[in-house]
């Protein structure tokens, strides 16, 4: 009699938690519940990159194999068939000296049976040190899509990098060298070209809770020269509540006829935990 009243038991909790999955899926319940916590990890990201202390080491990464990836999938079917499929994978691999950081992410989507999206990236960053302050990187970037005007658009360059300062406290390393810049347009013209890169990183501790970050990066060739400046200020109140404020210009010194030179943009990150 026990175990059939246990069985019953455990089959209705079963019939139950379906019921309640059809329930919350019905009502859109769940739907939203995805996206509150898509908007979480995204802030929970953008605190944790502001203040991620391996950023700003002698490598930038830790020592060792480290790595994630993500894929996901949706559907629809009714008054517009739709489908969406993400992928992306990061690894860093720590080693002596040496640090490698690989990146990957490919985007599809599909509307009524046309493709609508089509994108691939991939990214790659490493770097030598010879001495605490002086190290050499490679880095490189490919990016495809589909349905841009640029359809192809990569960089392979490198050079030397110095630590001005490198303390618990403050951090800030320059690099810059020349590389080589690939565009492929839409209408079917290409071009290859010389590029040159420099870019800054740099960190200051304020207190144990308040730091600054600012990244600068500069790309420069014969088709334009691209700058990209991100300033920001890492807050942490307490263990259950950070906040990060940054400011992103993005400046194109030869747009597209009809776009500004310039793109701001204000970014406001806040977790709360209780």
Aim: proline share 2%.
């Amino acid at each position: 009699m026990k175990t059939l009243f246990a069985t019953t038991a455990a089959l209705a909790l079963v019939l139950g938690a379906q019921a309640h999955a059809q329930a919350t899926n019905l009502t859109g319940v769940e739907r939203l519940d995805d996206r509150i916590d898509d908007i979480t990890e995204d802030a929970q990201d953008d605190l944790a990159e502001g203040q991620d202390a391996e950023r700003f080491s002698t490598l930038g990464v830790p020592q060792g194999l480290r790595g994630s990836a993500a894929l996901t999938f949706s559907g629809a079917n009714g008054n517009t068939d739709t489908g969406e499929l993400s992928a992306a994978a990061r690894m860093t691999y720590g080693v002596g000296q040496f640090s490698h950081s690989f990146g990957l992410a490919a985007e599809f989507g599909e509307a009524n049976g046309t493709r609508n999206e089509e994108k691939f990236f991939a990214t790659y960053e490493g770097t030598r040190a010879f001495t605490p302050a002086l190290y050499a990187f490679g880095t490189g970037r490919f990016e495809y899509d589909g349905f841009a005007t640029v359809e192809r658009d990569a960089f392979l360059g490198g050079g030397l990098g110095y630590r001005i300062l490198n303390t618990p406290q403050a951090a800030w390393r320059v690099q810059a060298g020349p590389g080589i810049r690939y565009t492929d347009l839409a209408s079917g013209t290409d071009e290859t070209e010389g590029a040159g890169i420099l870019s800054s990183r740099f960190f200051y501790g304020l207190t144990d809770a308040v730091s600054l970050t600012n990244d600068t990066d500069v790309l420069t060739s014969d088709i334009n020269t691209l700058v990209t400046n991100d300033f920001g200020v890492n807050f942490r109140v307490s263990d259950n509540l950070s906040t990060r404020v940054s400011y992103r210009t993005e400046y194109n010194d030869d747009p597209l006829p009809g776009f500004r030179n310039a793109d701001n943009t204000l970014g406001v990150s806040l977790v709360v935990g209780f």
